[in-house]
């Protein structure tokens, strides 16, 4: 319906545009968000490692898993903008 209105030219309608840049801008919040996750839980473990309580098993899942939310998060925020 809004794109039948925006496209009749119907003033009342309300601008995808803004929508638009709103939503791309919030996927690329949650991506910043992500990748500072990542940088501090490698931050953290490489403390643990230096310190006298050494963990068995360093999880590289974790920072994996984080990138790769990322990596999804880029390619949505690129799909969007190529709009």
Do not use: C, E
């Amino acid at each position: 319906m809004r794109a039948l209105q925006a496209s009749a030219g119907d003033p009342s309608a309300p601008s995808a545009h803004v929508s638009h840049w709103f939503g791309t801008a919030l996927v690329l919040m949650g991506v910043v968000v992500n990748l500072l996750a990542a940088l501090q839980y490698a931050r953290l473990v490489r403390r643990l490692q230096s310190g006298a309580w050494i963990p068995q098993h360093a999880s590289r899942k974790g920072i994996a898993v984080a990138i790769a939310l990322a990596l999804v998060g880029i390619a949505v925020a690129a799909t969007l903008l190529a709009r």
